[in-house]
């Protein structure tokens, strides 16, 4: 897999993190630490929000789950929902709530 075009912003703060590569599971969890990652049994990897979203957010294109045929093309879809969420009018995803755990 090529490293060219894997480096990514932080979900959380926003900062470039240069000094990382995503190529692995492990890293994609490391830098978009609000989604919970897995592997299925056919091998595509997806990705689920750990907060819900608004009807607001779901209107802006936002998704509670993703998926990808690889880590590359995960990680790309995990950058497309991160600058959605940056485009929301409140400028994050403050809209995000977290889950409720009870159920």
């Known amino acids: 897999m090529q490293l060219t ?3 990514e912003e932080s979900e959380v703060s926003g900062e470039k993190a240069a000094s ?14 609000g989604w919970s990652i897995w592997r299925c049994s056919a091998g595509r990897l997806w990705a ?13 294109g936002l998704c509670q789950t993703i998926d ?3 880590v590359g093309q995960l990680a ?3 950058r497309r929902q991160a600058a959605l969420a940056r ?5 994050e995803a403050q809209s995000v709530v977290p889950r409720d755990a009870s159920h």
């Open 5 to 7: 075009g894997l480096w």
């Open 20 to 33: 990382v590569p995503v190529v692995t599971v492990s890293d994609l969890l490391e830098v978009f630490p």
């Open 48 to 60: 689920t929000r750990m907060g819900r979203l608004t009807n607001e957010d779901y209107n802006h």
């Open 68 to 70: 990808g045929d690889d």
């Open 76 to 78: 790309e879809e995990l």
């Open 87 to 91: 485009a929301l009018p409140d400028g």
